[in-house]
Nanobody, 123 residues
Framework: QVQLVESGGGSVQPGGSLRLSCVVS????????LGWFRQAPGKEREGVSC????????YYLESVKGRFTISRDSAKNTVYLQMNSLKPEDTAVYYC????????????????WGKGTLVNVSS
């Protein structure tokens, strides 16, 4: 059974950093597209960063470019989202997701999802 479990969320002041982790099981990390998505109150879920398994393609939401970095550690079956220079508008529940194919960073493209971890950026 495919499972994804996020961790690393919490409260942080503007300008601070957090690293989100997503431990996956039930599939080989190297052969899956991986993505991070977020949903703020009253807003639609949006793709933050996604990465292919084979093509080398990586996507970042325009508003997080230069601040966030997606990476994976296949030995630990873990995908990370390093978030720096956090802003209040980054406040959301963050979800990791996986799919055997990479076609972009739309949530409809991903079939396996974690339950989310809350990130709150405020003073």
């Amino acid at each position: 059974q495919v499972q994804l479990v996020e961790s690393g969320g919490g409260s942080v002041q503007p300008g601070g950093s957090l690293r989100l982790s997503c431990v996956v099981s039930g599939f080989t990390l190297d052969y899956y597209a991986l993505g991070w998505f977020r949903q703020a109150p009253g807003k639609e879920r949006e793709g933050v960063s996604c990465s292919s398994s084979s093509s080398g393609s990586t996507y970042y939401l325009e508003s997080v470019k230069g601040r966030f970095t997606i990476s994976r550690d296949s030995a630990k079956n873990t995908v990370y989202l390093q978030m720096n220079s956090l802003k209040p508008e980054d406040t959301a529940v963050y979800y990791c997701a996986a799919d055997p194919y990479y076609s972009g960073c739309s949530d409809q493209l991903y079939r396996h999802w974690g339950k989310g971890t809350l990130v709150n950026v405020s003073s």
